[in-house]
């Protein structure tokens, strides 16, 4: 997969990762860019085509669905982060609504176009995935149950010719970090490791340095392990 000539749609594109996604794509030479925002989004490169596109919005999802005619790549990667202590059902179900239920709804909808592409989903996760900030629970639950789903998506569409990717994205320089003094990496330089991994054809993209340390040791442990032998039953 290369991402030069291709149609790629990146959720939450105004900001942070998704902005730098959207650059990084037209950099490599994507052909068209759907940028998909809650506000509407002007750009001087007339290869973007805006969409409003609120992840929790089924109406929104469909209306976008119906404006795009052909798709190679999807990038989910519209999420929230909110500080809680689990005591709040309510902070758990906002998470799990965008950043569990939203990537779902998205991703439905565009699989009909990604199928005849033979297209690619990129999931944008979290390290937060395999292991929780306690101080962001609701995050982390809602970021494993999406790495759960990515990895189902991936073995019940391998067959059909789309690839899923997972990325498990460690500390980032943007708005969702602001305020925690740790190293971060800049929105840039992840954006631009979310498509070398794309192009590299690695199912589990670790995009930075602090989740690159954990990529060997992810890649050839007994969870992957099992995730493929897992996987086979679809095949059978
Ligand atoms: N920053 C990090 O350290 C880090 C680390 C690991 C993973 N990630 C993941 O990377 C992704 C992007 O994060 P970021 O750091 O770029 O965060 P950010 O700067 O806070 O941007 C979040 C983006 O998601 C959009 N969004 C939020 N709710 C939405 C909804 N209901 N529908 C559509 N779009 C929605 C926001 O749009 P509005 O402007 O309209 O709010 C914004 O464009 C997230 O999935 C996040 O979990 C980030």
Same mark, same amino acid.
């Given at each position: 997969?290369?991402?030069?000539?291709?149609?790629?749609?990146?959720?939450?594109?105004?900001?942070?990762?998704?902005?730098?996604? =959207?650059?990084?794509?037209?950099? @490599?030479?994507?052909?068209?860019?759907?940028?998909?925002?809650?506000?509407?989004?002007?750009?001087?490169?007339? @290869?973007?085509? +805006?969409?409003?596109?609120? %992840?929790?919005?089924?109406?929104?999802? &469909?209306? *976008?669905?119906? &404006? =795009?005619?052909?798709?190679?790549?999807?990038?989910?990667?519209?999420?929230?982060?909110?500080?809680?202590?689990?005591?709040?059902?309510?902070?758990?179900?906002?998470?799990?609504?965008?950043?569990?239920?939203?990537?779902?709804?998205?991703? &439905?909808?565009?699989?009909?176009?990604?199928?005849?592409?033979?297209? *690619?989903?990129?999931?944008?996760?979290?390290?937060? *995935? $395999?292991?929780?900030? +306690?101080?962001?629970?609701?995050?982390?639950?809602?970021?494993?149950?999406?790495?759960?789903?990515?990895?189902?998506?991936?073995?019940?569409?391998?067959?059909?010719? %789309? @690839?899923?990717?997972? =990325?498990?994205?460690?500390?980032?320089?943007?708005?969702?970090?602001?305020?925690?003094?740790? +190293?971060?990496?800049?929105?840039?330089?992840?954006?631009?490791?979310?498509?070398?991994?794309?192009?590299?054809?690695?199912?589990?993209?670790? +995009?930075?340095?602090?989740? &690159?340390?954990?990529?060997?040791?992810? @890649?050839?442990?007994?969870?992957?392990? $099992?995730?493929?032998?897992?996987?086979?039953?679809?095949?059978?």
């Amino acid at each position: 997969m290369t991402i030069a000539d291709k149609t790629i749609l990146v959720t939450g594109a105004n900001r942070g990762i998704g902005q730098a996604l =959207v650059s990084e794509a037209l950099s @490599r030479g994507a052909g068209r860019v759907y940028a998909g925002t809650r506000q509407p989004l002007s750009h001087p490169d007339p @290869r973007i085509t +805006p969409l409003i596109l609120d %992840v929790t919005s089924a109406a929104q999802i &469909q209306a *976008a669905a119906g &404006q =795009v005619e052909s798709l190679d790549v999807l990038i989910n990667n519209a999420g929230i982060w909110l500080s809680d202590d689990l005591s709040d059902r309510a902070a758990l179900e906002q998470h799990l609504a965008v950043n569990l239920f939203g990537m779902y709804g998205v991703t &439905q909808a565009f699989l009909p176009l990604l199928t005849r592409s033979r297209g *690619a989903i990129v999931n944008n996760l979290s390290v937060n *995935a $395999l292991a929780p900030l +306690p101080l962001t629970p609701a995050y982390a639950i809602s970021k494993a149950a999406a790495f759960s789903l990515t990895q189902s998506l991936r073995a019940l569409w391998a067959g059909r010719g %789309v @690839r899923v990717h997972a =990325v498990l994205t460690g500390p980032v320089d943007t708005d969702m970090t602001r305020g925690f003094d740790i +190293p971060k990496s800049s929105a840039e330089s992840v954006a631009a490791g979310i498509f070398d991994g794309v192009e590299n054809g690695e199912e589990d993209i670790f +995009p930075d340095p602090y989740s &690159q340390a954990m990529a060997d040791s992810w @890649r050839g442990g007994a969870a992957k392990a $099992l995730e493929r032998e897992l996987a086979g039953f679809v095949a059978s």
